[in-house]
Structures are given as structure tokens and as C-alpha cells.
């Protein structure tokens, strides 16, 4: 059965700024856009609530994969965000005070009649390193604190090697891996720590990292492709834009058991799309606010994924109309 045209909102970062070779926000839009779908975007500075109905200023855009000449918008309209069959909310992180309150303005949609991808209420439940601890048998041994003695005990029992991550920092901002016997071990702790007022998170080092980070892309509980990410032999953090290097990987029975394992909360919680962070075989962290790698995936898997997601919400989106009628 045909679907029919769908209006497809994407609040996301300012679109002069994507990357069109790595961003998969706006592969999603292509997707869309491909299947007839409308679709419209929306800077996080465009919602608005009027007498307790949430609305926005819906930009209708077109898009291309032509750098510096991706997009067209067309003139803004102001409306319901319920006219709307579909919301992505897919601003980069970090999740700062601003989208906290978008995600509180999306919670007020109307659910029988709008998809929101994820949902605002699931965004806000999971930190992208604490919602990890939530499987204490997946995750390395952890601390969260801002307590410098007890990083330092911590250190001592985990063997003399950890890594030491903000909670709200995202592409390995502010990301240390510390040692006993570094002579920094101190001014490194109360930098992670702002001198101790700012909670940090550490975790048990893991070797296997230098062998990949490997991120898992999830849709609707279930993984749908992966690729390592290997950091250069100068750094410690494999993320991407740091000089990671994407490499082709599989979805290990371990991997699976993760996504089983996480099936359950993440439906509970509305997390459609999510980027699973697994070392070894332990799950680091769960990101779930703008998961990206879907075409680095694409591109040494011979995967769809963007095609995925849209059938997903396809499916979703003719089973509201149902339920309505």
C-alpha cells in the first residue's frame, strides 16, 4: 500500500553548519524528501507554546548533496506542531538548558497525532553516559563524583589507569585518560572536576579501545549496523572528527546480547534512534540525542539505514492515522 505524503519536521542544528558527508540528520531529510515526503525545518529558537498549544515556525526546505549548496528554504509558516506527522528532534549535543526546554515545549504534541523521534521526555531521562549504568553487567566499573580523593581511590582499584569524561560532553570534548603515574594525575582530576564543584564520571580503561570504539546504530531496540572507530596512534579518543578512522564491523552475538539487554528500556523510554557505544565487550555509553554514523556505515557496509529509519516511521506513522480513525 502507497503511504501517503507525509509532513516531516527536523528541529536540528542550523543547516549552513552540516557536514553533508557524515551528517545523518540530513540523509534522513534526503530519505524523506526522496519518498515525497514534505519536509521542514525547524532552529531550536522557532517553538513557542500559545495558550498551552505547542507551535514552531516550520521552514519547508529542499536538499541536495551539494556542499555549500545543500538547501533551499522556503518562506516560514507558523503553526501547531501537531500539523506535523512527524518530529525529529535531532540537535547535536550537548544537551544544554535551551533544548531541555524544547523538549518540555514537544511534550505537550499530541501523541495520537505526531511521531516524535526520540521522545522529549526519553531525552530527557537519559544522559548519554549516566543512562549506561542503568545495566550495571554491561558497563566497565564506574564512578561518578566530584570528589578528587575519590577519583584517586578509585584509580588505585581499577589497576592505575581510567578514563575521566564530563556528563555533558559529547565527540570527546573534555575526555582524559589519566594514570597513577603521571605527574599531572592531580591538575588533570581538578580540571575533570572544575576543582571540585562539577560532577565527572570515570571508568576502567579499557585496552581493547585501541583496537576500535565501536558504535552500534539502533532502531527500535534492534542493531542495524556498526563500525569501529580507531583512534590514531597520538591519541587516545576515537571519535571521528578528532582522527578516528571509520573501519567495517560486524554485529557480534555480544553485541546483540547489549541491544537485547537495552530493548526493553529504550521502547519504554521512546528511543527509536540510538548510537550504542560498546569497548570489548562493554557498553560505554548510550547516545540517543542526535546519534550519528549512519553513512560512514552506508559507506563500508553497503547498508540503507536511512532507509530503515524512514520505513519505521512510515509504518508508525499509518498506525496513528488508524488509531484516529
Known amino acids: 500500500m502507497k503511504t501517503r505524503r507525509l509532513k516531516i519536521g527536523f528541529l536540528m542544528d542550523p543547516l549552513p553548519r552540516i557536514a553533508i558527508d557524515k551528517d ?34 516550520l521552514h519547508p526546505v529542499s536538499v541536495q548533496r551539494r556542499q555549500g549548496d545543500h538547501f533551499t528554504l522556503g518562506a516560514p509558516v507558523r503553526n501547531r506542531l501537531d500539523w506535523l506527522d512527524v518530529l525529529f528532534l535531532r540537535k547535536d549535543p550537548p544537551f544544554d538548558i535551551s533544548f531541555f526546554f524544547d523538549t518540555q515545549i514537544a511534550s505537550l504534541v499530541e501523541r495520537r497525532r505526531t511521531l516524535l523521534i526520540n521522545d522529549p521526555r526519553g531525552l530527557r531521562e537519559a544522559n548519554e553516559k549516566l543512562y549506561a549504568l542503568n545495566f550495571p553487567e554491561l558497563v566497565p566499573e564506574s564512578l561518578v563524583t566530584s570528589d578528587l580523593s575519590l577519583l584517586r581511590s578509585f584509580l588505585a582499584d581499577v589497576g592505575g589507569e581510567m578514563i575521566v569524561k564530563p556528563l555533558d560532553g ?6 582524559l585518560h589519566v594514570q597513577r603515574a603521571d605527574r599531572n594525575l592531580n591538575a588533570l582530576l581538578e580540571l575533570a572536576t572544575a576543582y571540585g564543584t562539577r560532577l565527572t564520571m570515570a571508568q576502567r580503561y579499557l585496552p581493547e579501545v585501541r583496537t576500535g570504539d565501536k558504535r552500534i546504530v539502533v532502531i527500535d531496540g534492534e542493531p542495524r549496523g556498526a563500525i569501529l572507530r580507531v583512534p590514531r596512534e597520538d591519541e587516545h579518543r576515537s571519535n571521528l572528527h578528532v582522527g578516528g578512522s571509520a573501519v567495517a564491523s560486524e554485529i557480534t552475538p555480544r553485541d546483540r546480547e547489549i541491544c537485547a539487554r537495552l530493548a526493553p528500556r529504550l521502547k519504554a523510554d521512546g528511543l527509536v534512534f540510538v548510537g550504542l557505544d560498546v569497548i570489548g565487550d562493554f557498553l560505554t555509553e548510550v547516545n540517543v540525542t542526535s546519534p550519528t554514523g549512519v553513512q560512514e556505515i552506508n559507506a563500508l557496509s553497503g547498508t540503507h539505514l536511512q532507509g530503515e529509519m524512514l520505513d519505521w516511521v512510515e509504518r508508525h506513522a499509518a498506525d496513528l492515522e488508524r488509531d484516529r480513525s
Open 170 to 175: 559529547a565527540g570527546g570534548a573534555g575526555v
Open 24 to 57: 545523518t540528520t540530513f540523509v534522513f531529510m534526503l530519505e524523506a524528501q526522496s519518498r515525497g515526503h514534505e519536509i521542514f525545518f525547524i532552529a531550536a529558537h522557532d517553538l513557542s507554546i500559545d495558550r498551552t498549544v505547542p507551535h514552531a515556525q
